[in-house]
């Protein structure tokens, strides 16, 4: 049970209403956004209660994971990276099945989920997710680690995935510290 009230259309002032409209025109990814009581599942139901941040968070998500220069199968690494570091269960749910549809082995997903370091086939994978474990753990990049991500990303790149771990860590601690729930039906990958 989430530790913040659950807010469903019948309690929603204009602003808000607004938020929730674009939120469920635009955001899913194979995630019903609706729970069978009519709120708001994941993030959103808080960035309801302030919807001046919540239509700024939805913005900067969107950007964040459409319109950078990183393809999206990279991106998804450094997610789940981020989710798994935070124990984050909604996030990790959202994020492990879209990892998968975008190319992700399922073998880094269950590594993750297990607190293991994956074994990637892919060099790419491996240095986002050097980046985002060593930022995470060690609080900066190694010289070598930095010179590979410039090397893939480029410097723009590089800002755009600080931003993406950025992003998704305060969305991990948004899920945690009001402690939402998975849907029904689904387990918890840290019990």
């Not at 959103?44 to 239509?55: D, E, S």
């Amino acid at each position: 049970m989430t530790r913040l009230s659950m807010l469903d259309a019948t309690d929603l002032n204009d602003e808000q209403q607004e938020l929730w409209d674009g939120l469920t025109a635009t955001r899913g990814g194979g995630v019903d956004l609706v729970d069978s009581d009519g709120h708001l599942v994941g993030p959103f139901n808080a960035w309801l209660h302030v919807p001046k941040i919540g239509r700024r968070l939805s913005s900067l998500g969107a950007y964040l994971r459409f319109r950078t220069s990183i393809e999206r199968r990279l991106g998804e690494v450094a997610i789940c990276a981020v989710g798994a570091h935070w124990r984050s269960e909604f996030e990790f749910f959202a994020h492990a099945p879209m990892a998968l549809e975008h190319g992700v082995d399922a073998s880094v997903i269950d590594a993750l989920r297990a607190g293991e370091t994956p074994t990637f086939d892919r060099d790419d994978e491996q240095v986002v997710y050097e980046i985002t474990r060593q930022l995470l753990n060690d609080r900066r990049v190694t010289d070598t680690t930095y010179a590979a991500g410039e090397s893939l990303l480029g410097e723009a790149g590089m800002v755009e995935l600080v931003a993406l771990i950025g992003y998704y860590c305060l969305i991990s601690m948004l899920l945690n510290l009001f402690e939402v729930a998975l849907p029904p039906g689904n387990e918890p990958n840290w019990p």
